[in-house]
């Protein structure tokens, strides 16, 4: 079923405990994906995560894993990303199951009308689904107010709509960004604290974005020699690695939905639909170079390496570079 408009909040914080399977698909995979970590939250339980081609080759397994009872006695979510047709007889038996222990999320991009997955949740009373846009205008700013309201931050709209546009209004970035304003003010739920335009200008993400994302672009781009070239023009011009870093975070954090989409079977061409054409070069590089369990490593050590930059007294360009020079190096390989 479908819930009613402006319910879908409500929906995934307080959610029905008749309901066994949830389906979260459309253009804004990061709206998608936002709105499942949200149901995950509110259960208060695990995330177990079960790969669409298991359930494909075995239907009954997701039916099964849904009865199981916890070891550890606790609630679970069972989640399903990328999903798409292939569960569709998965979601079936889940749902004509005498009983189950623990719901399911499937996270799909772009489903057809006449997807047999869609239908059945839009049917089913005890199923749910929601079809997620990316935000734009009006809708764009809210996103951010309230995002940044779960992160303990009071944000005006001028300053959200800037925030929305440096994300590319991706629900995903931007609720990065905002945790990192949060952490940076210790700001949270119970402590409040206003968000100001120094703070972004500061740490935000669209400080000269696209000089700043180059070294990491053409680390992962497998670019060794125009890598090198880059840190050497960089370290000339005094450029601060952390905004480079922090750059190559998102970048990475945009690819790892697409690479998982590819790996579960659509077509490079078809996940790179939503991109800015100038970027798809640069994705048609990517994603045949790295794959989900790599780009998720680098991430690991990105986010290690801006916490060891921050940490410096004075931040350590040498470091920022041997690390770009790894990942271009294994891009290369």
Known sequence: ?????GQIASAVDKPDPLL?????????????RALATRLLAALGGEKVQLAPATLRADPAALADEAGAISLFGGKRLLWIEPA?????AAAEGLLAASAVESPAVAV?????????LLKLADAHPLALSHISYVPEGRDAVRMI??????E??????ELAGRIAGSANNDQAI???ELTKFALHLGASAANPRDLEPDIVDLLGADSSESEIGRPGDLALSGEVRQLALELERLTSSGIEPIPAVRALQRRLLQAMPLRARIEGGQAPDAVMTSLFWR?????????????SDRLAHALDRAGRLERQLMLSPVPDAAAFGEELMQIARAAAR
Do not use: C, V
Request: glycine letters at 12%; charged letters at 25%; a positive charge.
């Open 108 to 116: 799909a991009g772009a489903l057809p009308k006449t997807s047999a």
């Open 20 to 32: 066994r399977f949830y389906l979260f698909h459309g253009p804004d995979e990061a709206g998608s």
């Open 152 to 157: 303990g931050l009071r944000i005006r709209p």
């Open 1 to 5: 079923m479908k819930p009613a408009k």
């Open 174 to 176: 931007a609720g990065a």
């Open 145 to 150: 107010i309230d995002l940044g309201q779960r």
């Open 279 to 291: 970027d798809k070069p640069l994705f048609q590089k990517i994603l045949a170079r790295w794959t």
């Open 84 to 88: 798409g047709n292939e569960i569709a």
